[in-house]
């Protein structure tokens, strides 16, 4: 599919090109059909949930599972819920196929120039969501922590994902009022639903961090462990 915005679909990037990889299922005794292609969009937070019902177990009661059961998709069983209009469930009556007509992915990202958190991590964020094959953006930002700054978009950036997989020509988001409510709604009930803590890991302390540099030529190797000294060199490092 190309990179977008030059080198924008690297670490940290929401792009299709960077999210949206192929599949495959094979389980033979199970029922999976060979030779089968489905466009349907899952996750990995799926799995859970999928396997869970394929060998006959629930998920326990209270457990917060962010996934669904996708076992149609896999045995080949599932309508194609891409072609369903938003939300319109009269003719998809069954629990999981409304479900997947009308679940959000969100796309969760930091980096931001400001926040809570010490640069360069700012803040994490929702910067894009997928409803069915529709793709929304809130922010745009090159991938990794590069030094440009945060673009906000409001009305969102919108592409049809299954027919534009490069994100290269935005919807008019005049023509799709329905799906920008729909889709602030929902962000705004999975963002409540977030129990926020502080991220564990933050610090960079550079003893811990291996150089490697061509150009410089320095090395990281550890130190010789000395157990007579009471163990003052244990994670020391040096470079050369």
Known sequence: MGVHCGDDSGLGSA???NVRMP???RWKGGGVPEGETSSEMVSTLDVLPTVLS????????GSEVDGIDVTDVFLGQAPSS????????????????????????FFWRDGFKTGPLPAPFGRFDVVAMKIGWYKLWFWTKSSHYNADEEVYHDP??????????AEAYPLDPDKHDDLIRHALHLMSE???SIEWSAPLTLA???KYLP???VESGCRTRPLPLDLDGGGDNIDQAEER
Do not use: Y
């Open 54 to 61: 394929m060998i006959g177990k629930d998920i326990p009661i």
């Open 211 to 213: 150089c490697v540099n």
């Open 23 to 25: 599949a495959i299922v």
């Open 82 to 105: 891409s072609s369903l209009p938003l939300r319109e469930v009269e003719d998809n009556q069954n629990e999981t196929n409304r479900r997947r007509s009308e679940r959000a992915i």
């Open 15 to 17: 792009w299709e090109a």
């Open 204 to 206: 960079r302390d550079p």
């Open 156 to 165: 969102p950036l919108i592409f049809d994902v299954l027919n534009d997989p």
């Open 190 to 192: 999975h963002k409540d």
